[in-house]
């Protein structure tokens, strides 16, 4: 046995995962992490030891390093939670799509869905975004409070974006909606909803990234099960995370009223305001990584073939990076944070999410100027998990 | 001081940081390829452009100065 091995089991290693206390903070742990190495070790829930990097430089180095990989097949792929165990076993194309792919197989992919998610695209989409929200923050004011927020507004709203910006059909939307957010597991369902869009349902596609994709499988690039599953990574990806970004920038707004009086005076600062609070809020949890080549990061040899988890939440709150880290100010610019990764993995629909957040958590305040929660924040109920997230936003005004 | 930039269209994956940032200096095709508009910026740009370089997430905006030569 080595030596490094016999002084990890004599020394207790922090362990991961570990909860976020607080909602509006990473988990307190984080900051003990750092304070050890920005790039150090730390054990997994069943005991194995990994990489931790929690430092901002480490982990966008890594990030930005051809010498990984994103393979979930991986026998070393730390399992950050143990949700994720099964997806190791399952070789299931459709959860490995684009997020678990390494090149050339994902610069393939990741043309394949690009052409509706570029900055130019998205950004035409501001007057539809906008009249969608004022839909449901009409339908929200004509009910009597207290609500669920994230029930009447953010879950809808979010689906109903993306499912539009796959173009299907005016008459599914409902359906569409139901399928992302109100059944516990919607990969078997979605996946099956995708393939008939993709197929039998092709002509009555709007235009969009079905009828993008469809058009790819018509050619012979692509198969409809690799199509049907980026669909399925756009929806998987696209809709808790921004639902639950949205939820705690409210929540947080809230609590902050001095940031929230700025911008109800400055309105023009709404866009560096989402990005401050993608940085302090900082969702993206289950970074991993296994080395394919031997790294030196931060001081530190990581061989290839060991695996690595990085703290993304960690890293935006770094003081060698962001002044006063875990202090939210709207008026900063937070624009080199990584809640959005890095390198050739960086989110793909990082313009859509933008421009949500911005054109919702706006219309929010500015038309409901009394907006309010209606239980006291403590109990807000949380959910932890490789996305943290609210399970309600009871909320009135 | 002059400012040259060049842009690796086989490196870029589209993220759009630089048109979204320096759209006088950079834009994207249909497929979100980067465009180069003005090779040589004035040097006012050079904090924006040193930013979206920064941003890009897989390096594909280089920036080089030269120093005008004054006496000559």
Redo the contacts between chains.
Sequence with gaps: MSGTVTTEHIEQLPELPMERKCPYHPPAGYRDLRERGAVTRASLYDGTPVWVVSGYSAVRTI??SPHTTVDVRHPNMPIPVPGMASLRQSGSPTIEALLRTDPPEHSRQ??AV??S????KISALEPEITRRTDVYLDRMLATSPPVDLLDVFAKPLVAEILGRLLGVPEADIEHFQTLTYKRFNPIRSMTGYLIHLLTDGRDELREGQLRELAGRVAEGELSTEEAASLGLALVLAGQDITVNTLGLSVLTLLDEGTQLDLLRAEPERWPDAVEELLRYLSLTGGTVRVATADLEVDGQLIRAGEGMVLLIPAANRDADRFERPDELDVRRSS??HLTF????H?CIG??LGRLELTIALRALFERIPGLRLAVPVEQVPVKQGVVFGLGRLPVRW | MTIRLTVEPDRCLGAGHCVRLVPEVFDEDDHGTVVLLVGEPDSDRLPAVREAAQLCPNRAISIQTTQQERER
């Design positions: 990030l930005a990741r043309r690009l052409s998610l570029t900055y130019k624009r080199g990764g890095f390198g050739i960086q990082q313009h």
